[in-house]
């Protein structure tokens, strides 16, 4: 059986009990308890001012009363207060998100101070692993130092032994030669898979070319001889200015600007052919004008392209070389953590821009696809809309994401992986009005085939 609660409520505690209960309590306690809860008998009169002058007066002088005065206020954070400024140290390594600016803040620095510091400019690029200096002498600007002898052209027949890491441009730059030569002398083409231990061809069989005569050193400043007359070509190497060429050859800067056609305007590039004049006052016979080679060509296994696509190509290769990229360590670093931070496969990413590259960060092709992952600039403009932000190919980091970007949207609207690969080389629309052209198959075999490789 249940027992129903009775409707009768518990006698509520009447003031002689509430009056005990707080009997011993310090009388300090019973006197604040008092003014808490005062009787209503014993609340003063309140005069109500009889005007409104009279009212606000009476409201400004109590709020004045309630005003802390300024004297008492302290104006400065005490010395326990204030955050540790930690100190700088001599150098500092580059961490991702790392600017200048951000690094001279955290150490209490001088941002313009630390970029003279570094002999670094405001647009200079900084990247992960660098190491910069946070205190010390600003170090003075290098010399350009003298640029090696170039290497002699291979005799006919010679092979090289590819390594890990190498790719077809750097095989054909290290010996002198041309690409294309390359790939003539060993039926390869710009997407042509080498690995370590293949024997590559880096002469055609023909007498090698007669090297051009060495050039005559630059006198020294102790020195009363008259350098020889010197008459032939030199490849200009990176860091290279006219003025050092001029000099290391023992030519007049205007000798030298006449003899190739040139101004003091002129923008020479590494991989230029220039003539060396003869000597000062020896009467040598005009030179022709030298042929400048482009740093990017014009046209490539058989494709010509526009000349203004071309002279866009060559700026952005003349940009890169003149920036500090990461090396392709880094920068393959960079692209695979890209692709984790985009849901992408990384081993796919590095597939494309192993292919792509070689993860070189300075390359140009003749259709003007930029940097690491060869992204054309409609491209660039495409990838840009697709992550909300521009996109700047030149910059390392962007140039990753744009096509890690590329990369992700193929993926989702392709109908399978090998299709979406194709679309990176050939077009999506191409490929799917056309289907795959016989390189493009090519082409994924060897994305698929790198990838294995990054797994």
Avoid: C
Wanted: charged share 10%; no cysteine.
């Amino acid at each position: 059986m249940t027992m129903s609660r009775s409707p009768k409520q518990p006698p509520r505690p009447s003031l002689p009990m509430i009056a005990a209960t707080t009997a011993a309590l310090p009388a300090v306690v019973m006197s604040s308890l008092a003014l808490a809860q005062p009787a209503a008998a014993e609340q003063p009169a309140r005069a109500v001012p009889a005007t409104l002058a009279a009212a606000m007066k009476a409201q400004a002088a109590q709020a004045t009363a309630t005003v802390i005065p300024a004297s008492s206020v302290s104006t400065t954070v005490p010395a326990a207060f204030k955050p540790a400024q930690p100190s700088a140290p001599a150098e500092y390594t580059i961490a991702r998100g790392d600017t200048i600016s951000g690094i001279a803040g955290k150490f209490g620095l001088n941002t313009g101070e630390v970029l003279k510091l570094n002999n670094l400019q405001p647009n200079t690029i900084i990247y992960p692993g660098q190491k910069i200096k946070l205190s010390g002498a600003p170090a003075a600007p290098a010399a350009p130092a003298a640029a090696p002898a170039p290497a002699a052209a291979p005799a006919g027949g010679a092979t090289y032994t590819v390594k890990s890491g190498d790719t077809l441009g750097a095989i054909a730059a290290r010996h002198n030669v041309s690409l294309s030569d390359v790939f003539s002398w060993n039926n390869l083409n710009m997407r042509s898979i080498i690995y370590p231990g293949q024997k590559i061809k880096v002469g055609g069989g023909q007498p090698a070319p007669a090297a051009p005569a060495a050039a005559a050193p630059a006198p020294l400043a102790n020195s009363s001889a008259t350098p020889a007359p010197s008459t032939g070509s030199y490849t200009v190497k990176a860091g290279d200015t006219l003025s050092a060429i001029a000099s290391r050859h023992g030519v007049k800067l205007s000798e030298l600007l006449s003899a190739n056609r040139m101004s003091m305007t002129s923008v020479i590039y590494p991989g230029n052919k220039l003539v060396i004049p003869g000597a000062s006052g020896q009467g040598a016979a005009p030179q022709p004008a030298a042929t400048v080679t482009p740093l990017v060509p014009s046209t490539f296994l058989g494709f010509s392209y526009p000349a203004a696509v071309v002279s866009s190509a060559n700026a952005n290769k003349a940009l890169l070389n003149a920036s500090p990229v990461p090396s392709r360590a880094e920068m393959r670093n960079i692209v695979g953590d890209t692709a984790r931070r985009m849901g992408v496969d990384p081993s796919l990413a590095l597939a494309f821009a192993h292919q792509e590259s070689g993860f070189d960060q300075r390359a140009v092709s003749p259709a003007n696809a930029i940097g690491t992952m060869q992204v054309i600039p409609t491209s660039g403009q495409w990838a840009s809309d697709l992550v909300g932000r521009k996109l700047n190919l030149l910059d390392p980091y962007d140039n990753a994401t744009a096509g890690v970007a590329i990369i992700r949207q193929l993926l989702a609207t392709s109908k399978d992986q090998d299709t979406a690969i194709a679309g990176y080389y050939q077009g999506q629309y191409s490929v799917s009005k056309y289907g795959m052209y016989d390189d493009t198959k090519a082409y994924v075999a060897a994305i698929k085939a790198h990838q294995k490789n990054f797994r």
